[in-house]
């Protein structure tokens, strides 16, 4: 009998000093080098409640690189990453759009061939002076109507909640106070836009000094188009202060990368 223990014990001290990978059953999966590059994009001259939101949120991607699972550049001058783009999985902007013809034009070219992109509020806000008709047909919606000021929060409601952005998230949920922006045409209207979340139409009248009261309100979608998804939400230093909103913005970022033409890097 003690013969018989000796050979167990021996036969779980090999099962265990098993590399991973032989053990077919283990739960885990460790990345053995960075899965993918990010670039973060931002304008450190805009209004300040835009800056406080960009640099809480490069905080908010930095502490996501923790154990060197990715690279992650920032910058404020796009045109340095102009012509290697394809370098990266993921471009962030963070209330900053590309503004000369060049680099836009590379951006287009980026995402016209696989490129992924996550945009926060302004990085989406054009109006007619804003002169890139591509930017409309990107984002799958029209330019900008109106919005709710000052910011404050808002109930939100799931229009997809099996989509895998949105199946770990509730129904409904209170979003951090913010300025949200409404669209005309609204992206719901576009065919190849799925609106996964939107300002519920129980907050109307919605505002205090500037009131919307009625009207389509998606704050998050994605158009099937291209590998990118927009999140409204941006303004001011009170967006990370939730747990589920940051789960929403861990979700995106994650279903971007993972849609990679390479491969989903979370599966190497």
Known sequence: MKRFFQIILIAIAVIISLPAAAQT??????????????????????EEAHVQFDR???QFFHKLTYGEGYILKVTTDFGLYADSLNNFDIIIMLNGMPTNRMERKAFERYMEHGGGWMGFHAAAYNDRNTAWPWLNEFLGCGHFLCNNWPPQPAVVESDKPAHTVMRTLPPSFVAPASEFYQWSPSPRLN???????SISPKMYPFG?????????????????????????????????????????????????VSRSPQGDPFQK
């Open 208 to 256: 205090i000094k500037d009131v919307v009261n009625s009207g389509d309100f998606p704050v998050v979608w994605t158009n099937r188009k291209y590998r990118m998804i927009y999140l409204n939400m941006g303004h001011g230093d009170e967006c990370f202060i939730d747990a589920t909103q940051n789960l929403l913005f861990v979700n995106a970022f994650r279903w971007v």
């Open 56 to 58: 809480q949120a490069i």
């Open 25 to 46: 059953d283990y739960p885990a999966n460790y990345a053995k080098a960075p899965r993918f590059k990010a670039l973060i994009y931002y304008d450190s001259t805009a």
């Open 191 to 197: 065919p190849d836009v799925d609106v996964l979340l």
